[in-house]
């Protein structure tokens, strides 16, 4: 190749590929090109819309006469009825007690799923900006566990806030399951009491065990 054909071959191709790709920015008036529409866009019943195929004209479809909801199992999908189990009430107002008995399985599960979901934000210890989350996210309280309204907290209320958030703070409903989410509640409890004691509170043979001087 000589180099007039050269610079007319590299000349075309520059060419090419600016006819190729456009002038960038531009908009376009029409749609991209949907090539494989699937069921991308379908018409469907929106909430209360109306819809003539029904004799009564309503979209949204009344209840079977008879349908009862079934089953209370402990997961999220089924009937809740159980209001101290799945939202923390009792009597009226928060409830004081879990809805299972209190063991040291409980206690160790909800301080493994504190250290998994709550531990970034709160610290291991629960104490203000505690964790790394509100250190690298900067102008972000997170309060301490410790301070007399979080100590005050009913233990359903603690639950409450794991389920459903608390202004900033984002709901765990969907991540933890409701009895983690009590085994959380109980051992945050613990850790306000542990946090809140003295070394007189501890039993003369644990103080010996753990070397820890009274
Ligand atoms: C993404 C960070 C983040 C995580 C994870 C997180 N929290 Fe929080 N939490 C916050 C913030 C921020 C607040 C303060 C919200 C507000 O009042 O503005 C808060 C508030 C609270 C409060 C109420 C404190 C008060 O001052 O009234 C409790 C109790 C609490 N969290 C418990 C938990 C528990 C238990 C977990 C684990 C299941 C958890 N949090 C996970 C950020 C977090």
Redesign the pocket.
Known sequence: MNRMTRLFVGLTGLLAASALTGCRGTPFADPPIHLNPNMDNVTYIQGQEGNPHFADGRGMRPQVTGTVAHSAQADDNHLQEDGHTYRGKAGGGWATTLPMPLTEEVLDRGEER?NI??Q???GQTGLENGGI?PVRAGN????S?H?D??RS?AVGQ?FD??SNG?????S?RSQ?PTEDRWA??AY?RTLQLSHATTIETVPADVAKTQQWAK
């Not at 972000?140 to 309060?143: A, E, F, H, K, Q």
């Not at 608390?166 to 984002?170: C, D, L, V």
């Open positions: 504190y979901y709550c970034p934000c709160h989350v972000w309280l997170v309060p566990l301070g309204r979080q907290y603690l806030i794991i608390i202004n900033t703070m984002p765990y933890i959380i509640a945050v």
